[in-house]
């Protein structure tokens, strides 16, 4: 079921080129998108989780569900759980990966690359996802595929993230020696 959440902040973006998690693995895009809790969009989004999760295990649906989100197995978690990162505490998030790279666009719907430098971890985007439920030999979940990003708006960088902005440099006269600055 394709979701698409609304000005929420991106953080842990892989969206030019698939990475292995911890070098295991196959290569993979991702993100994370953090929402506040009483956002509105996350009502629609449990709704929609619920749906998946009826659409794949019909009456039983309501207690899979139930020991999924106990054991942190739903696409929407609470960022408390990753508390050490900007961004999460007080936060839910979605965590979203594919293994085809996902639409990157900008608010005209132009194409951004990676030396675009947008988007950023700690920018506002709108996020395209898509909803499944898993049931396999590595257990039963509902995961979110990334199928797009589109930049929405600038944010604080999160640590590590994003360029520098000219404000962190000297303003050298022409003609400036390198003594001049020391």
């Given at each position: 079921?394709k979701v698409?959440?609304?000005?929420?902040?991106?953080?842990?973006?892989?969206?030019?080129?698939?990475?292995?998690?911890?070098?295991?693995?196959?290569?993979a895009f991702?993100?994370?998108?953090?929402?506040?809790?009483?956002?509105?969009?996350?009502?629609?989004?449990?709704?929609?989780?619920?749906?998946?999760?009826?659409?794949?295990?019909?009456?039983?649906?309501?207690?899979?569900?139930?020991?999924?989100?106990?054991?942190?197995?739903?696409?929407?978690?609470?960022?408390?759980?990753?508390?050490?990162?900007?961004?999460?505490?007080?936060?839910?998030?979605?965590?979203?990966?594919?293994?085809?790279?996902?639409?990157?666009?900008?608010?005209?719907?132009?194409?951004?690359?990676?030396?675009?430098?947008?988007?950023?971890?700690?920018?506002?985007?709108?996020?395209?996802?898509?909803?499944?439920?898993?049931?396999?030999?590595?257990?039963?979940?509902?995961?979110?595929?990334?199928?797009?990003?589109?930049?929405?708006?600038?944010?604080?960088?999160?640590?590590?993230?994003?360029?520098?902005?000219?404000?962190?440099?000297?303003?050298?006269?022409?003609?400036?020696?390198?003594?001049?600055?020391?």
């Amino acid at each position: 079921m394709k979701v698409k959440l609304n000005n929420v902040r991106l953080a842990f973006p892989v969206l030019f080129e698939a990475k292995t998690v911890n070098g295991e693995g196959k290569p993979a895009f991702s993100a994370s998108f953090l929402l506040d809790p009483a956002d509105p969009q996350v009502k629609a989004l449990n709704q929609a989780i619920e749906q998946v999760a009826k659409d794949k295990w019909g009456a039983k649906a309501e207690a899979v569900l139930k020991q999924m989100r106990a054991q942190d197995k739903v696409a929407l978690h609470d960022g408390d759980l990753k508390s050490a990162y900007d961004g999460f505490p007080g936060n839910l998030y979605v965590s979203a990966r594919s293994a085809t790279r996902p639409l990157v666009i900008g608010g005209d719907k132009s194409p951004l690359t990676e030396q675009d430098g947008k988007p950023y971890a700690g920018c506002y985007v709108n996020a395209s996802v898509e909803l499944w439920a898993q049931d396999n030999n590595y257990g039963k979940r509902v995961n979110a595929s990334l199928r797009g990003v589109q930049f929405f708006k600038d944010g604080d960088a999160f640590a590590g993230g994003g360029a520098a902005s000219e404000d962190e440099f000297d303003d050298i006269a022409e003609g400036a020696t390198a003594d001049d600055l020391v």
